[in-house]
């Protein structure tokens, strides 16, 4: 098991370098939890019920998703989404690869798909902070492709995407793997965030 699904549920922050993740993807959390610990930051992983509102924007959507968690816990914390493009079809599903993962099979994604010859398809990664005085929005822009056959087991979409960076292994395939996350590409957004939290705590504290 690893530290980000033993924290899982804890809720309560301890110290000014202590920030509540929501999240229930331990994928997302174990990248996050490798970054944050090189920071000297008390990650605590915790799920919340969150109705999300429906847009193309993710930025958008991260915003509100970190103001309703706020509302919930009353505790600083930090929440993120993606959306996906797929070139070949022309920016789908977007902000809805969750709903994607939840409707369709590891078949109905290749069948979807075998047919593109432009395979390329980028993730926009959106993280947002909020506390009583601050709410902060990090972006990144990360660049994959689709895999004409599924590998690994996990979320459907993740069994047929290869993140650049990742020498060709599937999603599910890295989060099997003895990869050390934190130095991925996906996780570069985690340590602009860990960076920027850093240097906040310590002027507020």
Not at 113 to 134: P, V, W
Not at 154 to 171: E, F, P, Q, T
Request: one cysteine or more; hydrophobic letters at 35%.
């Amino acid at each position: 098991m690893c530290l980000a699904q033993k924290q899982y549920f804890i809720g309560i922050i301890t110290s000014v370098n202590s920030v509540i993740f929501s999240t229930g993807n331990w994928h997302k959390a174990t990248h996050a939890t490798e970054v944050c610990i090189e920071y000297d930051i008390d990650l605590i992983q915790k799920e919340l019920e969150i109705d999300e509102i429906q847009s193309e924007d993710g930025e958008k959507i991260v915003i509100d998703k970190a103001n309703k968690a706020f509302e919930i816990l009353n505790q600083p914390v930090v929440v993120s989404d993606d959306s996906w493009s797929i070139t070949g079809l022309n920016g789908f599903p977007g902000a809805y690869m969750k709903s994607m993962n939840h409707w369709l099979s590891v078949d109905d994604f290749l069948r979807l798909t075998e047919h593109l010859e432009n395979r390329q398809i980028f993730m926009i990664g959106y993280l947002a902070y909020k506390d009583k005085d601050t709410i902060k929005v990090f972006r990144q822009k990360r660049e994959a492709y689709l895999m004409k056959e599924a590998k690994g087991k996990g979320h459907a979409s993740g069994s047929i995407i290869s993140m650049k960076g990742d020498n060709g292994l599937s999603i599910n395939e890295v989060y099997t793997s003895d990869t050390l996350h934190k130095d991925r590409e996906v996780a570069k957004v985690w340590h602009e965030f860990a960076d920027w939290y850093s240097r906040y705590t310590e002027l507020s504290s």
